[in-house]
Structure formats: C-alpha cells, structure tokens
Nanobody, 121 residues
Framework: VQLQASGGGLVQPGGSLRLSCAAS????????IGWFRQAPGKEREGVLC????????YYADSVKGRFTISRDNAKNTVYLQMNSLKPEDTAVYYC???????????????WGQGTQVTVSS
C-alpha cells in the first residue's frame, strides 16, 4: 500500500502547478483524500480535502478559488491543481488517504512522501 506524490517544483508567483498523488495496493476512489502542506517552522496544515463517499470538497480559505482537486479513477490518481500561486504557498505538499474526510492529519491512514513546491521570482 503506497501513495506517491509528485509534480512539485519551482514556479514564479502567479504561475501554476499540478501535483499528482498515485496510489498502489488499494483503490483510491474508496477513500477520502486530503492534501496538506508544511512550510519550514510551521505545523502541517490542511489545504483541501475530498470525501470518498459523496465527493464533497472542502477548501482552506487560503486556497479557495485557486486550488482544485480532481480524480482519475482509471489511473488511481488524484490531482491538486494549483493556480495563481503565491510565495506563501511555498511548502512541502503531502497527499493522504483515509476513511473519513477531515482537516486533521490524524484521520488519514496513508501518506505520500511529500513534494516540494517553491513559489519565488
């Protein structure tokens, strides 16, 4: 059972990135998915999460209108599309899967390894 996050990189302010979270060993569509991020010296915070049962999606205020989530069930992958990126979005981004959608990292059973996103000119 594994989650593999990828797609991070260096982008200029106002730019876009798409992060991927690919699952192996289990069907991602059955699970709630959370995207979290952690900047240096800060606690891990929830960015966006989606319910596995009804697809309800929840956004942190800081990313509302800029970040979206989508699923590709055929590829067993979830994507985080990040637009209008700001320097304060700089962090390591993690995807996580669990049975219940939640802002709490403790609610998630499986974690990807994290991918660095740096927004800088």
């Amino acid at each position: 059972v594994q989650l593999q996050a990828s797609g991070g990189g260096l982008v200029q302010p106002g730019g876009s990135l798409r992060l991927s979270c690919a699952a192996s060993g289990f069907t991602l569509d059955d699970y709630a998915i959370g995207w979290f991020r952690q900047a240096p010296g800060k606690e891990r915070e929830g960015v966006l999460c989606i319910s596995g049962s009804d697809g309800s999606t929840y956004y942190a205020d800081s990313v509302k209108g800029r970040f979206t989530i989508s699923r590709d069930n055929a590829k067993n992958t979830v994507y985080l599309q990040m637009n209008s990126l700001k320097p304060e979005d700089t962090a390591v981004y993690y995807c996580a899967a669990g049975w219940e959608v939640s802002w709490s990292p403790w609610s998630y059973d499986y974690w990807g390894q994290g991918t660095q996103v740096t927004v800088s000119s």
